[in-house]
């Protein structure tokens, strides 16, 4: 079988996994903190203990990997690395092929509840970005966003789609963006959520902005101040936190659900009152049950040590959309539009950075309704 062969894929955690990560989690020691903090500085003690135990003794592993694997999946190697992901073709003759990219710390899960929704209009390809889940380990350096964004051009060329749709957010929306750059004649447009957006130094950038976008304007500079630590340890030194998420369960939910506290909606008090506690912790076994939580923060590290990340690149000419939320989002209209091709915008009240399993109706409707604007 030759290396750029598309193989089938299942997912089959064996018991003793099942049962060393219960072991784990009933025998984690616990420290103490300040009284009286909440989340101003992490994630609370008792909240993560009550959560832990719960995926210890109640959230139920094998439901999730049975509705997992009720998607058809793969595995195909490019470039050294395997990328995993699912394939879920429509019954519609004329269906667009649509990748559906996931930002850090989520997987190929997040995407489970748009499936069915999106299913009547477009073949879905829905991947595990390099070093994530099924994507990893990482077989070697380099995975920037620009090489993460080739492979990708190169998956969708294996499985026979040469013109196609492109969907991220986050983190996975700066690899969209560079496929389309990358393919533009290829790509026949590129949809984002949780577009981030800086101003340049240009003080004109900053004249006449509306409510909104002051709000989102101090979202980003308190992101940048406050908000970013996990940003400098994993440009920094992943694999000296790895040690610890790697032997720790509750270490590795606790590195997760911060982030799920973080990036959702703003309204939900705690991170399962915007996303589902059990999907939030099948998507936290994924990175348990694979051993990644050092290879998936690999991509901070290389956007950190690549010249070219942030410095500035030619507009997008590919027709983008984007969908942008009240409370979370710091994506500006007039910073968008100098970076990309924006004919699609969308503002809607509730959800954060995670939408699709947010907010998935939401999600589907505005990919369907940006898609179909473009036929």
């Not at 990708?152 to 496929?179: C, H, K, P, S």
């Not at 969908?323 to 100098?338: E, N, Y």
């Amino acid at each position: 079988m030759t290396a750029d062969a598309v193989r089938p894929f299942r997912i089959d955690v064996s018991a003793a996994d099942l049962d060393d990560l219960r072991d784990r989690l009933r025998r984690t020691r616990w420290g103490t903190q300040i009284g009286g903090q909440g989340w101003s500085r992490g994630v609370p003690v008792d909240y993560l203990r009550e959560l832990a135990a719960y995926w210890a003794d109640g959230y139920d592993w094998r439901k999730a990997e049975a509705e997992l694997n009720a998607l058809p999946q793969f595995v195909t190697e490019v470039d050294g690395q395997p990328i995993h992901f699912a394939h879920v073709r429509s019954d519609n003759p004329d269906a667009t092929p649509l990748l559906l990219i996931h930002d850090w710390p989520a997987s190929f899960a997040a995407f489970a509840q748009v499936v069915e929704p999106l299913t009547g209009d477009f073949h879905l390809v829905i991947t595990d970005t390099p070093g994530v889940a099924f994507s990893g380990p990482l077989t070697s350096p380099g995975w920037n966003t620009g090489r993460i964004a080739g492979a990708f051009v190169e998956l969708m060329t294996r499985l026979g789609y040469d013109r196609y749709g492109v969907q991220g957010n986050g983190g996975g929306a700066w690899i969209a963006a560079e496929m389309g750059r990358q393919a533009p004649d290829r790509t026949i447009g590129v949809h984002l959520n949780g577009l981030i957006t800086f101003p340049s130094d240009d003080p004109a950038d900053f004249a006449g902005l509306t409510e909104v976008e002051q709000g989102r304007l101090a979202r980003l500079q308190e992101f940048r101040d406050d908000k970013m630590g996990f940003n400098h340890i994993q440009s920094t030194r992943p694999d000296t936190l790895a040690h610890g998420l790697h032997d720790s369960p509750a270490g590795q939910l606790a590195w997760i659900v911060e982030k799920f506290k973080e990036w959702t909606d703003q309204a939900a008090e705690l991170p399962e009152d915007a996303v589902d506690r059990d999907r939030l912790l099948t998507n936290v076994s994924l990175y348990w049950f694979t051993g990644t939580a050092g290879s998936s923060a690999q991509l901070y590290y290389e956007m950190a040590h690549d010249p070219t990340a942030y410095a500035p690149k030619p507009r997008g000419t590919v027709p983008t959309g984007v969908i942008a939320t009240a409370t979370t989002d710091v994506a500006i209209r007039r910073f968008a539009d100098r970076d990309h091709n924006v004919v699609h915008w969308t503002e809607t009240e509730r959800g954060g950075n995670f939408l699709a399993m947010e907010q998935p109706q939401v999600f589907a409707d505005d990919v369907r309704a940006f898609f179909g604007s473009l036929r």
